[in-house]
């Protein structure tokens, strides 16, 4: 317990930090070139609410699926948005009396908080409970198991598998049919770390992972034996608190280089092969990043987004615009770069220059994770839970 209290401790730290002068922050002046245009917009029960939680919708073909912490998942049509089903984890399976049941439940918190994924016909999920939870297509339960350990952020999909990260730092690989475990991986873990976890990704027969100690390593997805691990920083300082060097932001993987950042300022690029380092520079994020051709796009730990050459890490447009503004995430849609921050505005910007081109002002609620899009659509989820899809010409 020790070390939970101290985590939500340094999470209120970093967010009066980041929160404390919001009421003198002021949002730069744009003018709107674009006008986005709603499709469609639903509530999703009551979302992650006031929650540091990274849950996301998803877009699979003309599906769109979203939960709320407090255990709903509910799919839609893509372009309709009529709901096709919904399934609630508090309510026991198999019982058809609770079928005529509110859509509100008043029963406990299931705590969705890894998710959402889809890969073998199967909707992944995970709960703050240690529960990792698979549905069909159609929203019917496959199967539930348990493990030991917060899911906090989405399971990976692939190689056969699926693998979720703790918030001890475990890795378990799961079979997609049937939750049997396959493996598992513990990484040592420091003394303090940022409540958060980097998502796990599966690519060329790996696994690829961030750590609370400042390390990017790769597993072989078959059996779970580590390939390499190398350190994106090393943790300085004579306290637990100065010492901080969590990788929590996803590793991106471009062709056979991947691409990670670290809380205390690291954003290197490793040959995924090897972990041979091929550059290194200094930005600090525990936020994902996106990419698109050969750009990177940063947002970092006080809301400065920038633009680098994947190739060699030059820096091809910085915007300072929303300084010390709390953001998502960046997403890539179409011709811009979508951010939200959590006054529930969304900030429209050119990916060729880094200038806003529009700001839309949604729900009050704020954002935490960031936006979604299949390259027609883009799709954003409030706190509270409303989800919205948008679209450009």
């Known amino acids: 317990m020790k070390l939970q209290v101290k985590q939500v401790l340094l999470l209120a730290t970093l967010v009066l ?22 499709v469609w917009d639903h509530d ?31 799919a839609y049509d893509l372009e309709t948005g009529e709901r ?25 918190n299931a705590r969705i908080s890894g998710g959402l994924s889809f890969g073998y016909d199967k909707l992944y999920f995970g709960t703050e409970n240690g529960d990792v939870v698979a549905l069909s297509a159609d929203g019917e339960l496959v199967w539930r198991v348990d493990v030991k350990g917060e899911v906090l952020v989405k399971p990976a999909i692939g190689d056969g ?36 976890v980097s998502e796990p990704v599966i690519e060329a027969g790996g696994v690829i992972y961030g750590s609370g100690n400042g390390k990017l ?9 580590q390939a390499w691990e190398e350190a994106i920083a090393i943790p300085t300082g004579t306290t637990d608190l100065s010492r901080l060097a969590d990788v929590d932001a996803k590793p991106v993987v471009v062709g056979g280089t991947v691409f990670s950042i670290g809380f205390n300022g690291a954003l290197i690029a490793m ?57 998502t995430a960046p997403t890539v849609y179409k011709t811009y770069l979508v951010v939200g921050d959590n006054q529930g505005n969304l900030h429209w910007i050119n990916r060729e220059t880094g200038d806003f081109v529009a700001r839309q002002s949604m729900d009050s609620s704020g ?14 989820q409030s706190r509270n839970g409303e989800l919205v899809l948008l679209q450009t010409p």
């Open 84 to 108: 096709k089903w919904q399934f609630d984890l508090r309510k026991p399976a198999g019982n058809s009396f609770w079928q005529g049941i509110s859509d509100v439940w008043s029963g406990d």
């Open 367 to 380: 954002f935490y994770a960031e936006a979604v899009t299949d390259g027609s659509y883009l799709l954003v």
């Open 17 to 38: 930090a980041g929160c404390s002068s919001k009421d003198e922050l002021v949002l730069p002046p744009v003018t709107n070139i674009i006008d986005p245009a709603v």
């Open 44 to 74: 999703v029960g009551s979302g992650v609410m006031h929650y540091e939680s990274s849950l996301t919708p998803i877009i699979v073909k003309n599906r769109v699926y979203a939960a709320s912490r407090e255990g709903l998942v509910i």
């Open 161 to 196: 598998l699926v693998v979720v990260a703790t918030g001890a730092g475990t890795l378990i690989a799961l079979h997609p049919d049937t939750g049997e475990q396959r493996w598992q991986f513990e990484n040592e873990q420091p003394a303090l770390t940022l409540r958060g």
């Open 217 to 225: 390593g790769v597993l072989i997805a078959e059996r779970g034996y």
């Open 271 to 327: 040959e995924l092969r090897t972990g041979r380092q091929l550059w290194k520079r200094d930005y600090a994020s525990f936020r994902n990043m996106a990419v698109a051709g050969d750009i990177l796009y940063v947002v970092d730990a006080v809301g400065r987004i920038y633009a680098l050459d994947t190739r060699n890490g030059t820096e091809k447009w910085s915007q300072f615009g929303l300084n010390n503004h709390y953001l």
